[in-house]
């Protein structure tokens, strides 16, 4: 299933508390993020996008694993795709379990469902965290992807 919101940010902080589960500082998801660069703005990357001082070596979508994983070993918390969760969007409401959309409702276009983590045309600023926002349900983009979960189950 999709993560909830509270399960996504634990998962990409993986005990860190500061800004990027990278550091303190944006110019540490240069080693752990794939957003817009300096090799995105030279290679393809729109106007419109906000591109960050490093070079990644990528434009858009990266291979999984060219970026170190967090404490938890998982590879592109920010940065890559931003990643639905399984909430409605509340505003206000950050990293709550909320109600589950339910994707059989008449129309899912109107369901404002969040997503996280920032994507490959996104700045460090997208890439927090904390950082969320939404989209409606049925929206469908090169840049949003989807990381399920499963529970851990413990002896």
Same mark, same amino acid.
Request: hydrophobic share 35%; with cysteine; proline share 6%.
């Given at each position: 299933?999709?993560?909830? /919101?509270?399960?996504?940010?634990?998962?990409?902080?993986?005990?860190?508390? #500061?800004?990027?589960? $990278?550091? #303190?500082?944006?110019?540490? %998801?240069?080693?752990?993020?794939?957003?817009?660069?300096?090799?995105?703005?030279?290679?393809?990357? %729109?106007?419109?996008? $906000?591109? /960050?001082?490093?070079?990644?070596?990528? $434009?858009?979508?990266?291979?999984?694993?060219?970026?170190?994983?967090?404490? @938890?070993? %998982?590879?592109?918390?920010?940065?890559? &795709?931003?990643?639905?969760?399984?909430?409605?969007? &509340?505003?206000?409401?950050?990293?709550? !379990?909320?109600?589950?959309?339910?994707?059989?409702?008449?129309?899912? !276009?109107?369901?404002?469902? &969040?997503?996280?983590?920032?994507? @490959?045309?996104?700045?460090?600023? !997208?890439?927090?965290?904390?950082?969320?926002?939404?989209?409606?349900?049925? $929206?469908?983009?090169?840049? %949003?992807?989807?990381?399920? !979960?499963?529970?851990?189950?413990?002896?």
């Amino acid at each position: 299933q999709l993560p909830n /919101e509270e399960q996504w940010e634990y998962a990409c902080r993986a005990g860190m508390t #500061s800004p990027w589960w $990278t550091g #303190s500082t944006k110019e540490s %998801l240069s080693r752990g993020a794939n957003i817009a660069d300096q090799y995105a703005k030279a290679n393809g990357g %729109l106007a419109d996008w $906000t591109f /960050e001082p490093w070079d990644d070596g990528h $434009t858009a979508h990266a291979p999984v694993g060219n970026y170190e994983p967090n404490a @938890f070993g %998982l590879h592109d918390m920010a940065g890559n &795709v931003t990643e639905w969760c399984r909430n409605r969007f &509340v505003e206000d409401e950050p990293a709550k !379990s909320g109600a589950p959309v339910v994707m059989e409702d008449a129309d899912a !276009s109107e369901h404002r469902v &969040v997503v996280r983590g920032g994507s @490959f045309n996104d700045d460090a600023l !997208s890439a927090r965290s904390s950082h969320r926002r939404h989209a409606p349900a049925a $929206t469908r983009a090169t840049n %949003l992807g989807v990381r399920p !979960s499963k529970p851990l189950v413990t002896q």
